[in-house]
């Protein structure tokens, strides 16, 4: 069991910043996994944001955020974060946090999504 709590989002104008939190827990959770970022918009697809092996030698973003937003991760703390800079309107989502084996989160197929946290940004 993995428990997934992510935290940070809110409201924001546009060219503004935002950093989300994932705080990952649990006995079975091992910090050898991938983690990375889904947003889901009303009405559109969802949409891998940005994905990080353990050791950062793979690391993709989506061709809409590049340049503007960066995933890192404290492998001590089980934590991933999502830095958001130069923030769009068309970024307004709910940004769910993913654990599990690279393809599992590259796919969206992993049963360890968290809660979610929503991201509105104002023009």
């Known amino acids: 069991q993995v428990q997934l709590v992510e935290s940070g989002g809110g409201l924001v104008q546009a060219g503004g910043s935002l950093r989300l939190t994932c705080a990952a827990s649990?006995?079975?959770?091992?910090?050898?996994?991938?983690m990375g970022w889904f947003r889901q918009a009303p009405g559109k697809q969802r949409e891998l944001v940005a994905i990080?092996?353990?050791?950062?030698?793979?690391?993709n973003y989506a061709d809409s955020v590049k340049g503007r937003f960066t995933i890192s991760r404290d492998n001590a703390k089980n934590t991933v974060y999502l830095q958001m800079n130069s923030l769009k309107s068309e970024d307004t989502a709910v940004y769910y946090c993913l654990v599990g084996t690279y393809s599992q989160v590259r796919t969206g197929a992993t049963d360890y999504w968290g809660q979610g946290t929503q991201v509105t940004v104002s023009s």
């Open positions: 990080r092996d353990y050791s950062g030698g793979t690391t």
């Open positions: 649990g006995r079975t959770f091992s910090s050898y996994y991938t």
